[in-house]
């Protein structure tokens, strides 16, 4: 009968050195866990200030674009119109 209570006693040690060892990983995981959420959120609010910042680029570059396009089209009905006044003259 000892022996059994001697083996249960070892057992129920084991048994616990295994839960003392999950609460330290568990304690260290969850500080992981807190850099990680804190490090997101930090990320998160950059993008978006980086975003409020290129919005404006984004929106200029859009009518840059549509102006030379305008000032292109322009161009060539010009050159176009002078050429053929070019042809007709001659």
Do not use: W
């Amino acid at each position: 009968m000892e022996k059994r209570l001697d083996r249960l006693e070892e057992k129920l040690d084991n048994v616990t050195e295994q839960l003392v060892s999950i609460d330290k990983t568990l304690v260290a995981n969850t500080v992981i866990l807190e850099e990680h959420q804190r490090r997101s959120l930090a990320n998160e609010k950059a993008v978006q200030l980086l975003e409020a910042q290129i919005l404006p680029i984004s929106k200029h570059v859009h009518v840059v674009n549509i102006l030379s396009k305008a000032g292109l089209a322009i161009f060539c009905s010009s050159l176009g119109l002078y050429l053929l006044q070019l042809l007709l003259k001659s």
